[in-house]
């Protein structure tokens, strides 16, 4: 689009009275030119005086009064005397729309906003403590509102826990099976190749057993109920945030924590320890697939090798675990919401955030529990 | 440009959403220069008839002609360089919040034009100038008020100097003073620059201030009940509903 056709013509002498005719149409797409004809404009002709007759011009947008404006500044500062002929009532009304002043205005905020590296530091570091003040005291509420609708279970909007028990639970169950059963599948099929080497095939079911019912299913279950779910409260609460949907309940006398973070809790709690359980058992029938095509064990062995190596105790522990991965799931997703102030932009980091720290949030957990439960067995 | 016709011919328009008719055989024209307001009450489809304007949504059936091309029968890759032809201020501004208000105006002039960064500069200064907001190019949107996000809307649509510039409710969520700025906004670019206005509203103010012609659109009649000078409009139309409307009187019920 750009449009380099000569724009103007000049008449006059060096050092002179000089006379600009632009051509044709003067705007947008040449401004480019007309700009950088200005300097050369000056230090070819020098003038004494500077006249622009718009007699031939088609066609002044905007930009093209730009154009004037600009050789009128650089005129007036080199002291020129400089002035416009031959312009139609339109022309003049566009020129009178130009605010020179606009023109050199500084910038009310700062162009540069980013910070060096101390400043950074020092940003991250305060940012990262209010951040860990803000998710401890959001804990203190929602804790509070816990066992506040725990001692009055009639205030609690069951309904939303059924609906949040359904999305999480029932929608999330066909993605937790199907990765759980490919997950068996793979842990069957790799020991198989090594355990075969030593005769030692049946062991295959122990150790997808244990290996799920302990470790795997747990946190590959809440994994993909913080991917799922984690993000979608975040986002559902952020929007909520910036519609001003979360002062609405505010000023409506609500408790917005009880109103929208306790459902989603107490849909998570209830329904990801059996999401958990699915998880263990897809897995179980994903590895005894590999038994009984690859390793030619009958469903009965494996079935019955499965049951033995699975304790009571490590049923309970991968339980209470998903029971704890759930509630900082859900929390963290209601908090990075709440916590969204801004557009669309501020909704997008919360999701990833609570994504982010919910997956960093469950190893941890995970890891403290490996400890503690290796003390008290 | 075609001076002489109309920048915009709408024929025969219809819209339907399944067994809902919005808008039925609607037709008028809007000529260059001029201040065209499309007015009604809630709910009778001026919106609609914007965004079928605009080619956001295709009609059912009927024409549309911008600057004699008609709309509804050109693909996408020309719609898109037509549309660079004209400019939208919506509703609540729809500013990139990303984005400062200097980098939404540039915004089209980076992407459809081939400007230094210095000409862009000026272009994005002066713009601001126009609408008042001079200094606020480093702002983000999230730091402005309503009135100043629709002004920093208003710079944006006029940055590819449009033939045409579409408002939606300019005034919409605005105190009186501040819509009558925009009012008085839209008047200077459209005396200075001569652009086309099209503008959706039921702001009488607006309306008696700067309409040159008016289309009045009606949820019974799914078209056009009256057309013409407002002034004209509210003392003589033979039509009570008209006069109602711009009388801001209550249809009387009968008994």
Same mark, same amino acid.
């Given at each position: 689009?750009?449009?380099?056709?000569?724009?103007?013509?000049?008449?006059?002498?060096?050092?002179?009275?000089?006379?600009?005719?632009?051509?044709?149409?003067?705007?947008? =797409?040449?401004?480019?030119?007309?700009?950088?004809?200005?300097?050369?404009?000056? =230090?070819?002709?020098?003038?004494?005086? $500077?006249?622009?007759?718009?007699?031939?011009?088609?066609?002044?947008?905007?930009?093209?009064?730009?154009? $004037?404006?600009?050789?009128?500044?650089?005129?007036?500062?080199?002291?020129?005397?400089?002035?416009?002929?031959?312009?139609?009532?339109?022309?003049?009304?566009?020129?009178?729309?130009?605010?020179?002043?606009?023109?050199?205005?500084?910038?009310?905020?700062?162009?540069?906003?980013?910070?060096?590296?101390?400043?950074?530091?020092?940003?991250?570091? %305060?940012?990262?403590?209010?951040?860990?003040?803000?998710?401890?005291?959001?804990?203190?509420?929602?804790?509070?509102?816990?066992?506040?609708?725990?001692?009055?279970?009639?205030?609690?909007?069951?309904?939303?826990?059924?609906?949040?028990?359904?999305?999480?639970?029932?929608?999330?169950?066909?993605?937790?099976?199907?990765?759980?059963?490919?997950?068996?599948?793979?842990?069957?099929?790799?020991?198989?190749? +090594?355990?075969?080497?030593?005769?030692?095939?049946?062991?295959?079911?122990?150790?997808?057993?244990?290996?799920?019912?302990?470790?795997?299913?747990?946190?590959?279950?809440? %994994?993909?109920?913080?991917?799922?779910?984690?993000?979608?409260?975040?986002?559902?609460?952020?929007?909520? +945030?910036?519609?001003?949907?979360?002062?609405?309940?505010?000023?409506?006398?609500?408790?917005?924590?009880?109103?929208?973070?306790?459902?989603?809790?107490?849909?998570?709690?209830?329904?990801?320890?059996?999401?958990?359980?699915?998880?263990?058992?897809?897995?179980?029938?994903?590895?005894?697939?590999?038994?009984?095509?690859?390793?030619?064990? =009958?469903?009965?062995?494996?079935?019955?090798?499965?049951?033995?190596?699975?304790?009571?105790?490590?049923?309970?522990?991968?339980?209470?675990?998903? %029971?704890?991965?759930?509630?900082?799931?859900?929390?963290?997703?209601? +908090?990075?919401?709440?916590?969204?102030?801004?557009?669309?932009?501020?909704?997008?980091?919360?999701?990833?955030?609570?994504?982010?720290?919910?997956?960093?949030?469950?190893?941890?957990?995970?890891?403290?529990?490996?400890?503690?439960?290796?003390?008290? +067995? | 440009?075609?001076?002489?016709?109309?920048?915009?011919?709408?024929?025969?328009?219809?819209?339907?959403?399944?067994?809902?008719?919005?808008?039925?055989?609607?037709?008028?024209?809007?000529?260059?220069?001029?201040?065209?307001?499309?007015?009604?009450?809630?709910?009778?489809?001026?919106?609609?008839?914007?965004?079928?304007?605009?080619? @956001?949504?295709?009609?059912?059936?009927?024409?549309?002609?911008?600057?004699?091309?008609?709309?509804?029968?050109?693909?996408?890759?020309?719609?898109?360089? @037509?549309?660079?032809?004209?400019?939208?201020?919506?509703? #609540?501004?729809?500013?990139?919040?990303?984005?400062?208000?200097?980098?939404?105006?540039?915004?089209?002039?980076?992407?459809?034009?081939?400007?230094?960064?210095?000409?862009?500069?000026?272009?994005?200064?002066?713009?601001?100038?126009?609408?008042?907001?001079?200094?606020?190019?480093?702002?983000?949107?999230?730091? @402005?008020?309503?009135?100043?996000?629709?002004?920093?809307?208003?710079?944006?649509?006029? #940055?590819?100097?449009?033939?045409?510039?579409?408002?939606?409710?300019?005034?919409?969520?605005?105190?009186?003073?501040? #819509?009558?700025?925009?009012?008085? @906004?839209?008047?200077?670019?459209?005396?200075?620059?001569?652009?086309?206005?099209?503008?959706?509203?039921?702001?009488?103010?607006?309306?008696?201030?700067?309409?040159?012609?008016?289309?009045?659109?009606?949820?019974?009649?799914?078209?056009?009940?009256?057309?013409?000078?407002?002034?004209?409009?509210?003392?003589?139309?033979?039509?009570?509903?008209?006069?109602?409307?711009?009388?801001?009187?209550?249809?009387?019920?009968?008994?």
């Amino acid at each position: 689009m750009p449009d380099n056709t000569v724009a103007f013509s000049v008449k006059g002498d060096k050092n002179g009275d000089v006379t600009l005719f632009p051509l044709g149409r003067i705007g947008l =797409t040449n401004l480019d030119t007309l700009l950088s004809e200005i300097k050369t404009l000056f =230090t070819e002709y020098s003038p004494s005086q $500077l006249t622009v007759d718009l007699a031939k011009v088609e066609y002044l947008d905007s930009a093209g009064a730009l154009f $004037l404006v600009e050789l009128e500044d650089e005129a007036g500062a080199r002291s020129i005397p400089f002035a416009v002929i031959n312009a139609s009532g339109n022309e003049k009304e566009i020129m009178s729309l130009v605010d020179r002043e606009a023109l050199h205005a500084p910038s009310l905020a700062p162009t540069e906003r980013s910070l060096n590296i101390i400043e950074q530091i020092g940003d991250e570091t %305060i940012n990262g403590l209010r951040d860990i003040y803000e998710v401890i005291l959001f804990w203190g509420e929602l804790i509070f509102e816990m066992v506040f609708s725990i001692r009055h279970p009639w205030k609690i909007r069951w309904n939303d826990v059924i609906s949040y028990m359904k999305k999480v639970g029932v929608d999330g169950l066909p993605i937790v099976a199907l990765i759980s059963f490919l997950l068996g599948l793979i842990i069957a099929f790799m020991s198989a190749l +090594q355990l075969k080497q030593f005769g030692a095939n049946i062991y295959v079911a122990s150790l997808v057993a244990v290996g799920m019912v302990r470790e795997l299913g747990p946190i590959i279950t809440a %994994i993909i109920v913080a991917g799922r779910s984690g993000s979608a409260f975040a986002a559902e609460i952020g929007t909520m +945030q910036v519609n001003e949907e979360v002062d609405a309940l505010i000023t409506m006398g609500f408790n917005p924590i009880r109103f929208l973070a306790v459902p989603k809790l107490l849909a998570c709690i209830f329904v990801v320890p059996i999401l958990t359980g699915f998880s263990n058992i897809f897995a179980i029938m994903g590895g005894m697939i590999v038994g009984v095509v690859g390793l030619n064990l =009958t469903i009965f062995t494996y079935v019955q090798k499965t049951m033995d190596a699975i304790v009571m105790f490590d049923v309970m522990a991968g339980i209470v675990k998903s %029971i704890v991965f759930a509630a900082f799931i859900a929390a963290i997703g209601c +908090q990075r919401g709440f916590k969204v102030r801004g557009g669309a932009e501020a909704v997008g980091n919360a999701t990833t955030s609570a994504v982010v720290s919910s997956i960093f949030l469950i190893v941890v957990i995970d890891s403290t529990f490996a400890i503690i439960l290796h003390y008290i +067995q | 440009m075609n001076k002489q016709g109309p920048v915009i011919k709408v024929e025969g328009l219809t819209v339907r959403y399944g067994e809902n008719t919005i808008l039925d055989n609607v037709s008028f024209e809007i000529h260059q220069g001029e201040i065209f307001i499309i007015a009604g009450g809630s709910g009778c489809g001026k919106t609609t008839l914007l965004k079928h304007i605009i080619g @956001l949504d295709t009609p059912s059936s009927g024409k549309i002609f911008i600057n004699g091309v008609d709309t509804t029968d050109i693909d996408e890759d020309e719609m898109r360089k @037509l549309r660079r032809k004209i400019g939208m201020l919506f509703q #609540s501004g729809a500013l990139f919040g990303s984005m400062t208000i200097g980098e939404n105006v540039a915004l089209s002039l980076t992407e459809f034009t081939d400007l230094s960064e210095k000409a862009m500069g000026l272009i994005v200064k002066m713009k601001l100038g126009m609408v008042e907001l001079s200094g606020y190019e480093n702002h983000f949107p999230s730091e @402005l008020s309503g009135g100043m996000k629709k002004r920093a809307g208003i710079a944006r649509a006029m #940055s590819l100097e449009p033939a045409v510039l579409f408002f939606d409710e300019p005034s919409a969520g605005l105190d009186p003073i501040t #819509s009558a700025e925009i009012d008085l @906004l839209i008047k200077k670019i459209n005396e200075g620059i001569g652009t086309t206005m099209v503008i959706v509203t039921h702001d009488l103010e607006t309306i008696f201030n700067i309409a040159h012609r008016i289309i009045m659109l009606d949820k019974g009649t799914k078209g056009i009940i009256a057309e013409g000078d407002p002034r004209e409009l509210k003392e003589h139309s033979d039509n009570p509903k008209v006069r109602n409307f711009f009388n801001r009187k209550i249809e009387e019920k009968k008994h």
